[in-house]
Protein backbone atom coordinates (compact mmCIF):
# COMPACT_ATOMS: atom_id res chain seq x y z
CA UNK A 1 0.00 0.00 0.00
CA UNK A 2 1.51 3.22 -1.03
CA UNK A 3 0.89 6.45 1.07
CA UNK A 4 0.56 4.71 4.20
CA UNK A 5 1.06 7.28 7.13
CA UNK A 6 1.35 5.35 10.63
CA UNK A 7 1.35 8.32 12.40
CA UNK A 8 -2.25 8.82 11.70
CA UNK A 9 -2.98 5.40 12.14
CA UNK A 10 -1.26 5.45 15.19
CA UNK A 11 -3.63 8.16 16.33
CA UNK A 12 -6.98 6.82 14.77
CA UNK A 13 -6.48 4.03 16.26
CA UNK A 14 -6.98 0.05 14.42
CA UNK A 15 -10.82 0.02 14.39
CA UNK A 16 -11.45 3.53 12.57
CA UNK A 17 -8.86 2.79 10.03
CA UNK A 18 -10.25 2.11 6.38
CA UNK A 19 -10.66 -1.50 5.11
CA UNK A 20 -7.95 -1.39 2.73
CA UNK A 21 -5.74 0.27 5.58
CA UNK A 22 -6.74 -2.41 7.66
CA UNK A 23 -5.26 -4.84 5.28
CA UNK A 24 -2.42 -3.77 4.94
CA UNK A 25 -1.89 -3.74 8.92
CA UNK A 26 -3.03 -6.58 9.01
CA UNK A 27 -1.09 -8.36 6.64
CA UNK A 28 2.39 -6.47 7.71
CA UNK A 29 1.72 -8.53 11.18
CA UNK A 30 1.19 -11.64 9.72
CA UNK A 31 4.14 -11.21 7.22
CA UNK A 32 6.14 -10.06 10.09
CA UNK A 33 5.94 -13.27 12.22
CA UNK A 34 6.18 -15.57 9.14
CA UNK A 35 9.69 -13.90 8.27
CA UNK A 36 10.42 -13.64 12.01
CA UNK A 37 10.00 -17.78 11.98
CA UNK A 38 11.59 -17.85 8.69
CA UNK A 39 14.85 -15.78 10.67
CA UNK A 40 14.96 -18.25 13.14
CA UNK A 41 15.06 -21.41 11.24
CA UNK A 42 17.57 -19.63 9.41
CA UNK A 43 19.93 -19.67 12.57
CA UNK A 44 18.83 -23.20 13.23
CA UNK A 45 19.73 -24.66 9.40
CA UNK A 46 23.09 -22.73 9.36
CA UNK A 47 24.37 -24.50 12.52
CA UNK A 48 23.27 -27.93 10.95
CA UNK A 49 25.03 -26.68 7.90
CA UNK A 50 28.11 -25.87 9.93
CA UNK A 51 28.34 -29.29 11.26
CA UNK A 52 29.21 -30.62 7.99
CA UNK A 53 32.99 -29.85 8.29
CA UNK A 54 35.17 -30.26 11.13
CA UNK A 55 37.32 -26.86 9.66
CA UNK A 56 36.54 -24.08 11.22
CA UNK A 57 38.15 -22.21 8.26
CA UNK A 58 35.61 -23.69 6.18
CA UNK A 59 32.15 -23.20 7.65
CA UNK A 60 31.04 -19.46 6.14
CA UNK A 61 31.88 -21.58 2.50
CA UNK A 62 29.76 -24.86 3.88
CA UNK A 63 26.84 -22.42 5.35
CA UNK A 64 26.46 -20.96 2.11
CA UNK A 65 26.69 -23.60 -0.31
CA UNK A 66 24.02 -25.47 2.23
CA UNK A 67 21.81 -22.51 1.88
CA UNK A 68 22.56 -21.96 -1.97
CA UNK A 69 21.17 -25.91 -2.07
CA UNK A 70 17.92 -24.23 0.00
CA UNK A 71 17.45 -21.56 -2.10
CA UNK A 72 18.14 -23.73 -5.89
CA UNK A 73 15.44 -26.35 -4.09
CA UNK A 74 13.27 -23.48 -3.42
CA UNK A 75 12.90 -21.89 -6.69
CA UNK A 76 13.38 -24.46 -9.61
CA UNK A 77 11.29 -27.40 -10.73
CA UNK A 78 12.23 -30.62 -9.79
CA UNK A 79 12.78 -31.52 -13.44
CA UNK A 80 15.26 -28.81 -14.10
CA UNK A 81 19.14 -29.91 -15.11
CA UNK A 82 20.48 -26.57 -12.96
CA UNK A 83 18.14 -27.10 -9.49
CA UNK A 84 21.99 -27.15 -7.80
CA UNK A 85 23.31 -24.22 -9.78
CA UNK A 86 21.35 -21.14 -9.71
CA UNK A 87 24.27 -19.29 -11.17
CA UNK A 88 23.56 -21.38 -14.72
CA UNK A 89 20.52 -18.05 -14.80
CA UNK A 90 22.81 -15.38 -14.74
CA UNK A 91 24.81 -13.89 -17.24
CA UNK A 92 28.86 -13.97 -17.05
CA UNK A 93 28.69 -9.77 -16.62
CA UNK A 94 25.86 -11.06 -13.47
CA UNK A 95 28.05 -13.84 -11.96
CA UNK A 96 31.32 -13.09 -12.11
CA UNK A 97 31.60 -9.00 -11.72
CA UNK A 98 29.56 -6.41 -9.32
CA UNK A 99 27.31 -5.31 -12.18
CA UNK A 100 24.27 -6.72 -10.00
CA UNK A 101 25.84 -5.06 -6.88
CA UNK A 102 26.69 -1.66 -8.42
CA UNK A 103 22.84 -1.04 -9.37
CA UNK A 104 20.70 1.37 -8.52
CA UNK A 105 17.41 0.21 -6.47
CA UNK A 106 15.21 1.04 -9.61
CA UNK A 107 17.68 -0.63 -11.65
CA UNK A 108 17.64 -3.72 -9.73
CA UNK A 109 13.82 -3.83 -9.59
CA UNK A 110 13.86 -3.49 -13.16
CA UNK A 111 15.89 -6.15 -14.47
CA UNK A 112 13.72 -8.54 -11.72
CA UNK A 113 10.70 -7.09 -13.15
CA UNK A 114 11.98 -8.44 -16.99
CA UNK A 115 13.56 -11.71 -15.97
CA UNK A 116 11.39 -14.48 -17.72
CA UNK A 117 11.14 -17.37 -15.18
CA UNK A 118 11.14 -17.46 -10.91
CA UNK A 119 14.30 -19.19 -11.56
CA UNK A 120 16.07 -16.19 -12.86
CA UNK A 121 14.52 -13.73 -10.28
CA UNK A 122 15.55 -16.17 -7.46
CA UNK A 123 19.17 -16.40 -9.02
CA UNK A 124 19.63 -12.59 -9.50
CA UNK A 125 18.67 -12.17 -5.65
CA UNK A 126 20.77 -14.85 -4.32
CA UNK A 127 23.82 -13.78 -6.39
CA UNK A 128 23.24 -9.73 -6.28
CA UNK A 129 25.27 -9.50 -2.72
CA UNK A 130 23.00 -6.19 -2.34
CA UNK A 131 22.36 -4.72 1.14
CA UNK A 132 19.16 -6.38 2.44
CA UNK A 133 18.42 -8.45 -0.58
CA UNK A 134 17.19 -12.48 0.29
CA UNK A 135 15.03 -14.62 -1.25
CA UNK A 136 12.52 -14.82 1.53
CA UNK A 137 12.39 -10.59 1.71
CA UNK A 138 11.29 -10.73 -2.07
CA UNK A 139 8.86 -13.63 -1.58
CA UNK A 140 5.21 -12.83 -1.47
CA UNK A 141 2.87 -14.21 1.12
CA UNK A 142 2.04 -17.35 0.20
CA UNK A 143 5.19 -18.65 -0.99
CA UNK A 144 7.01 -16.73 2.12
CA UNK A 145 4.70 -19.44 4.13
CA UNK A 146 5.88 -22.12 1.82
CA UNK A 147 9.87 -21.11 2.40
CA UNK A 148 8.86 -21.25 6.26
CA UNK A 149 7.65 -24.91 6.14
CA UNK A 150 10.55 -26.30 4.19
CA UNK A 151 12.50 -24.87 6.28
CA UNK A 152 10.83 -26.41 9.62
CA UNK A 153 10.40 -29.67 7.45
CA UNK A 154 14.01 -29.71 6.48
CA UNK A 155 14.96 -29.29 10.28
CA UNK A 156 12.37 -32.08 11.37
CA UNK A 157 13.99 -34.89 8.85
CA UNK A 158 17.20 -33.52 10.07
CA UNK A 159 16.46 -34.45 13.74
CA UNK A 160 14.50 -37.66 12.36
CA UNK A 161 17.91 -39.06 11.42
CA UNK A 162 16.10 -41.01 8.67
CA UNK A 163 17.81 -39.59 5.67
CA UNK A 164 21.60 -39.87 4.38
CA UNK A 165 22.38 -36.57 4.21
CA UNK A 166 21.50 -32.92 4.91
CA UNK A 167 20.91 -32.60 1.09
CA UNK A 168 18.19 -35.09 0.80
CA UNK A 169 16.76 -33.57 4.06
CA UNK A 170 16.15 -30.43 1.90
CA UNK A 171 14.70 -32.42 -1.15
CA UNK A 172 12.45 -34.23 0.75
CA UNK A 173 11.04 -31.05 2.59
CA UNK A 174 10.82 -29.17 -0.93
CA UNK A 175 9.04 -31.99 -2.68
CA UNK A 176 6.76 -32.54 0.19
CA UNK A 177 5.76 -28.98 0.55
CA UNK A 178 5.47 -28.07 -2.59
CA UNK A 179 3.17 -30.72 -3.63
CA UNK A 180 0.97 -29.31 -1.09
CA UNK A 181 1.23 -25.88 -2.33
CA UNK A 182 -0.19 -27.10 -5.58
CA UNK A 183 -2.86 -29.27 -3.90
CA UNK A 184 -3.38 -25.71 -2.35
CA UNK A 185 -3.49 -23.12 -5.19
CA UNK A 186 -3.76 -25.58 -7.87
CA UNK A 187 -0.67 -24.47 -9.82
CA UNK A 188 3.13 -25.01 -8.90
CA UNK A 189 5.41 -22.62 -7.09
CA UNK A 190 7.49 -22.38 -9.27
CA UNK A 191 5.22 -20.03 -11.44
CA UNK A 192 5.51 -17.44 -8.53
CA UNK A 193 7.25 -14.32 -9.09
CA UNK A 194 9.01 -12.00 -6.47
CA UNK A 195 8.05 -8.88 -5.24
CA UNK A 196 8.97 -5.69 -7.48
CA UNK A 197 10.31 -4.12 -3.76
CA UNK A 198 12.73 -5.63 -1.43
CA UNK A 199 10.56 -6.09 1.92
CA UNK A 200 13.22 -5.93 4.30
CA UNK A 201 12.69 -7.70 7.42
CA UNK A 202 13.80 -6.11 10.83
CA UNK A 203 13.67 -8.13 13.73
CA UNK A 204 12.91 -5.37 16.43
CA UNK A 205 9.76 -3.68 15.44
CA UNK A 206 9.51 0.07 15.64
CA UNK A 207 7.45 1.54 18.84
CA UNK A 208 4.53 2.96 16.70
CA UNK A 209 4.19 -0.35 14.54
CA UNK A 210 3.65 -2.46 17.88
CA UNK A 211 1.62 0.27 19.37
CA UNK A 212 -0.70 -0.26 16.15
CA UNK A 213 -0.50 -3.66 15.99
CA UNK A 214 -1.28 -4.17 19.80
CA UNK A 215 -4.50 -1.48 18.27
CA UNK A 216 -4.97 -4.58 16.15
CA UNK A 217 -4.91 -7.02 18.32
CA UNK A 218 -7.46 -5.50 20.97
CA UNK A 219 -9.72 -4.97 17.95
CA UNK A 220 -9.69 -8.70 17.11
CA UNK A 221 -10.04 -9.55 20.70
CA UNK A 222 -13.72 -7.53 21.23
CA UNK A 223 -15.03 -9.11 18.18
CA UNK A 224 -14.01 -12.64 19.59
CA UNK A 225 -15.66 -11.85 23.09
CA UNK A 226 -18.66 -11.81 21.24
CA UNK A 227 -18.59 -15.48 19.79
CA UNK A 228 -18.93 -19.01 21.19
CA UNK A 229 -15.83 -20.98 21.39
CA UNK A 230 -15.94 -22.85 18.35
CA UNK A 231 -16.18 -19.39 16.18
CA UNK A 232 -13.49 -17.63 18.20
CA UNK A 233 -11.60 -20.77 17.18
CA UNK A 234 -12.63 -20.63 13.46
CA UNK A 235 -11.68 -16.75 13.80
CA UNK A 236 -8.35 -17.20 15.36
CA UNK A 237 -6.91 -19.59 13.00
CA UNK A 238 -7.79 -17.23 10.09
CA UNK A 239 -5.73 -14.57 12.20
CA UNK A 240 -2.76 -16.75 13.20
CA UNK A 241 -0.05 -16.91 10.22
CA UNK A 242 -0.59 -19.76 8.02
CA UNK A 243 2.51 -21.84 8.67
CA UNK A 244 2.59 -25.62 9.65
CA UNK A 245 4.28 -24.27 12.79
CA UNK A 246 1.72 -21.54 13.70
CA UNK A 247 -1.36 -23.54 12.98
CA UNK A 248 -0.05 -26.61 15.38
CA UNK A 249 0.11 -24.13 17.71
CA UNK A 250 -2.94 -23.40 17.94
CA UNK A 251 -4.17 -27.20 17.24
CA UNK A 252 -2.13 -28.05 20.39
CA UNK A 253 -3.85 -24.96 22.52
CA UNK A 254 -7.22 -26.01 21.61
CA UNK A 255 -6.01 -30.17 22.38
CA UNK A 256 -4.71 -29.06 25.74
CA UNK A 257 -7.87 -26.80 26.42
CA UNK A 258 -10.21 -29.67 25.70
CA UNK A 259 -8.03 -32.29 27.52
CA UNK A 260 -8.07 -30.06 30.54
CA UNK A 261 -11.49 -29.34 30.45
CA UNK A 262 -13.19 -32.65 30.59
CA UNK A 263 -10.64 -33.82 33.17
CA UNK A 264 -12.29 -30.81 35.15
CA UNK A 265 -15.49 -32.19 34.22
CA UNK A 266 -14.50 -35.45 34.89
CA UNK A 267 -13.10 -34.53 38.64
CA UNK A 268 -16.62 -32.06 39.31
CA UNK A 269 -18.42 -35.27 38.42
CA UNK A 270 -17.20 -37.66 40.63
CA UNK A 271 -17.34 -35.12 43.36
CA UNK A 272 -21.06 -34.81 43.09
CA UNK A 273 -21.92 -38.31 42.54
CA UNK A 274 -20.00 -38.84 45.84
CA UNK A 275 -21.69 -36.62 47.74
CA UNK A 276 -25.17 -37.85 46.51
CA UNK A 277 -23.74 -41.56 46.91
CA UNK A 278 -24.44 -42.56 43.80
CA UNK A 279 -22.12 -44.74 41.70
CA UNK A 280 -21.87 -45.01 38.04
CA UNK A 281 -24.61 -47.33 36.70
CA UNK A 282 -26.84 -47.10 39.92
CA UNK A 283 -30.51 -46.74 38.88
CA UNK A 284 -31.10 -43.52 40.75
CA UNK A 285 -34.23 -42.75 42.75
CA UNK A 286 -34.55 -38.85 43.66
CA UNK A 287 -36.34 -37.99 47.51
CA UNK A 288 -37.98 -34.87 48.07
CA UNK A 289 -34.87 -33.22 49.05
CA UNK A 290 -32.42 -34.29 46.32
CA UNK A 291 -31.25 -31.37 44.37
CA UNK A 292 -31.66 -32.34 40.54
CA UNK A 293 -29.94 -29.54 39.48
CA UNK A 294 -26.76 -30.86 40.13
CA UNK A 295 -27.34 -34.02 38.78
CA UNK A 296 -28.97 -32.74 35.50
CA UNK A 297 -25.65 -30.08 35.56
CA UNK A 298 -23.13 -33.11 35.51
CA UNK A 299 -25.02 -35.68 33.46
CA UNK A 300 -26.30 -33.34 30.36
CA UNK A 301 -24.28 -33.63 27.59
CA UNK A 302 -25.09 -30.17 26.26
CA UNK A 303 -23.97 -28.28 29.72
CA UNK A 304 -20.85 -30.33 29.75
CA UNK A 305 -20.23 -29.03 25.81
CA UNK A 306 -20.90 -25.82 26.82
CA UNK A 307 -18.39 -25.35 29.75
CA UNK A 308 -15.92 -27.31 27.02
CA UNK A 309 -17.39 -24.65 24.75
CA UNK A 310 -16.80 -21.67 26.96
CA UNK A 311 -13.01 -23.29 28.20
CA UNK A 312 -11.97 -22.85 24.47
CA UNK A 313 -13.48 -19.36 24.20
CA UNK A 314 -11.12 -18.75 27.38
CA UNK A 315 -7.77 -20.10 26.18
CA UNK A 316 -8.00 -18.42 22.77
CA UNK A 317 -8.84 -14.77 24.51
CA UNK A 318 -5.44 -15.73 26.59
CA UNK A 319 -3.38 -16.54 23.51
CA UNK A 320 -4.72 -13.79 20.92
CA UNK A 321 -4.03 -11.19 24.21
CA UNK A 322 -0.24 -12.72 24.66
CA UNK A 323 0.02 -11.79 21.13
CA UNK A 324 1.11 -8.27 22.43
CA UNK A 325 3.96 -6.42 21.58
CA UNK A 326 6.16 -4.60 25.14
CA UNK A 327 5.89 -0.79 23.46
CA UNK A 328 8.17 0.38 26.94
CA UNK A 329 10.55 -1.59 25.45
CA UNK A 330 10.27 -1.06 21.66
CA UNK A 331 12.70 2.19 20.70
CA UNK A 332 12.32 4.43 17.96
CA UNK A 333 15.07 4.93 15.23
CA UNK A 334 13.06 7.80 13.52
CA UNK A 335 9.87 8.65 11.91
CA UNK A 336 8.14 5.11 10.22
CA UNK A 337 6.09 5.50 7.10
CA UNK A 338 5.54 1.78 6.23
CA UNK A 339 5.49 -1.69 8.40
CA UNK A 340 8.07 -3.83 6.56
Not at 216 to 235: L, P, S, V
Not at 236 to 250: S, W
Amino acid sequence: MTNFDINSAVKRGYSNLTKEEKQYVFGEYIRYQVRKQIADQNAALSSYFAQQTSNPYNRATVISEGFKFFNSNFVCDFTDSNINNLINFLTNAESSTDYLYDLSDAGFNSLLRNADSFRRQGALVCFSRRKNESLPNRLAYNELVAYANIQEQTISNIISGRFRNIYACITNATTLEKNAYKEKFGHSANYARVLPECSVYKQSVGKKTAMLWNSMIDHYTTKMEGMTGAEAINYLYKLTPQTNKHLEEVDKLIERTDSKSRAHLKTRCEVILDALNIKEGDQITFDAAANLADYDEIKSSSHREQEIDEARKEAVLDFWKGKKLDVEMKTSTGPEKSIK
